[in-house]
């Protein structure tokens, strides 16, 4: 469902903007506070014990768009309205990523920034058949995006990558190295030396 969300209908969060979490393991946190935004007709809690990944952010473009930033509230609140209230009919895709653009612009993103996340997640959405309803209409805003980020972000994520593939396969040759001189190399467990006393 698509609900119209009016420029000037107040809207805010209620807690933050900071977010206090706990780590969990390398890529996911849980929320210690929970994270309320009071939207022009509902108001949505994302509840203590919330596992979060911040901004789900592909590694190519972290240099640009890092996991956490002044944004981390509403990614917080995005990964809210998509894993819970879109199930549950409460709210729609479209307004679910309307939602995070708004948020981010409450909490003082740069334009160009919020512009680029919200192109993101409105193209992620059509990787899920939920969230493809209403896209078309996002089409031209999308496109518009597109064209501004692809000069910027091209170059650097293509070294990137470069960058990460020529790591990934230094550390699986060096790994296998240490495999090969492990076996080789005698352990000093295995063999019992007498210590040298150089007192004598």
Known sequence: ????????APMTFVTGPRVLVRQVDDT???L??????????????????????????????????PKYGRFTAAAVLHDHLVRVERPAGRVGARDADRLFARAMREL?????LRWFMWGAVRLGSLTDRDGRSGWWRDLPAVLLVLVAALPVVTLPALA?????????????VVYGVLLVVRAVRPTDRAVNRPRPDWRT
């Open 1 to 8: 469902m698509d609900r119209q969300l009016g420029d000037r």
């Open 160 to 172: 990137i990558l470069v960058g990460m593939v020529v790591f990934a396969v230094q550390e699986f």
């Open 28 to 30: 996911a946190w849980r």
């Open 32 to 65: 210690e506070e929970a994270v309320v935004y009071a939207g022009r007709t509902d108001t949505f809690t994302v509840p203590v014990g919330t596992l979060t990944d911040f901004a789900s952010v592909p590694r190519v473009f972290a240099w640009l768009v």
């Open 108 to 112: 003082g993103v740069p334009f160009l």
